[in-house]
């Protein structure tokens, strides 16, 4: 009789230390023990998703520790309906406690932003009000910094060119500043030491070389012309020729136009390059790396002059007789293919 007793005291012992191991565990789960040293999880929740589906995915990024138990988990807190669809950014290990929180409530959603080259910040700013739900008058503010202008070297009243196109995730409730300052990082972090080298064996300064990246951004439909758009507008500044660039204009004015007119030409700003000789103040959009790469690395011809096909690609010519007629026997092309065209319609 006392071994039979003897026998339950330890089961019932065995019992409660498997009961304190197992709570301990659940406790650490629930609780967490998020890692600042791991890259942190970006985890998508479909609209419409199940818990389970949620579950598997935090599970399956080592974001919880067990799909199962995180489900239990959400079930004993009746939140198993209430998580809210998004992009959410997660340490490894949170903590179900914390992970659950962000998804019912919202927090650690993400937006994603995409600034493609060529941008300006008549085109960043409405963007990054409708995606951060910021307002245009702080992103003026961020993007007038004089703290980065003086840090960046910038002669301009404005950070223009210098907010690195890239694609941004942006947690939510993100300031403007904060957006802004993490595309000026990427900027900095993307510029290369030998472009620094590069840029004074041309005695150039940076401002310069964005200054030129962006008007061949704009310029570029075809990558591999780059380099050729690049040596026709550096011959023409080191012949004292103004650039003429129509990019140039477009940013001048006000509105944006698709096609500068003649009388678009009559602008006066020093960004307009068919009144003012030289480099405008500074970037009119946002180079990417192949357009700066390009900037610093022109192709050795003597191009001065060239025009734009029907797809895009362009003509490149030395003397402004041969530019003249390239001008003419692209505009009868254009002309023959739309009779051609019209002809063949119903």
Known sequence: ???????????????????????????????????????????????????????DSLAAHAVVGSSRLFRW???????????????????????YAAVLDALVNGRGLMHTIV?????????????LVKTLGVSADSIQAATT???????????????????????????????????????????????????????????????DVMTM???VEKEARKAEERPLIAAVYWNRVRKGMRLQADP???????????????????????????????????PIASPGAAAIAATLAPADVPYLYFVARPDGSHEFRTTFDEHTRAIAQIRAARRAAERSQGRSSP
């Open 145 to 207: 910094d004089t703290a980065w202008l003086h840090r960046l070297d910038i002669p301009t009243p404005s950070l223009e060119g210098y907010l690195f196109p890239a694609t941004y995730s942006f947690p939510d409730g993100i300031t403007a500043r904060e957006a802004i300052t993490a595309m000026l990082q990427q900027f900095e972090a993307q510029w290369k030491p030998e472009w620094t080298e590069r840029a004074r064996a041309m005695t150039l300064s940076r401002h």
């Open 248 to 282: 140039t204009v477009q940013y001048a004015l006000p509105q944006h136009v698709e096609r500068v007119l003649y009388k678009d030409l009559e602008v006066d700003s020093k960004y307009n390059t068919y009144k003012y000789a030289g480099l405008p103040p500074g």
């Open 115 to 127: 600034i493609p080259e060529g941008f300006d910040l008549r085109d960043i700013t409405p963007l």
């Open 73 to 95: 988990f959400a079930a004993l807190t009746g939140s198993e309906r209430a998580i809210k669809p998004g992009t959410y950014q997660f340490a490894a290990r949170t903590g």
């Open 1 to 55: 009789m006392a071994r039979r007793r003897s026998n339950h005291r330890f089961r019932r012992v065995g019992i409660l230390l498997v009961a304190i191991v197992a709570g301990g565990l659940l406790w650490r789960e629930v609780s967490g023990s998020p890692s600042a040293s791991e890259t942190p999880a970006r985890v998508v929740i479909p609209r419409g998703a199940s818990m389970r589906a949620a579950a």
């Open 213 to 215: 990246a962006s008007i």
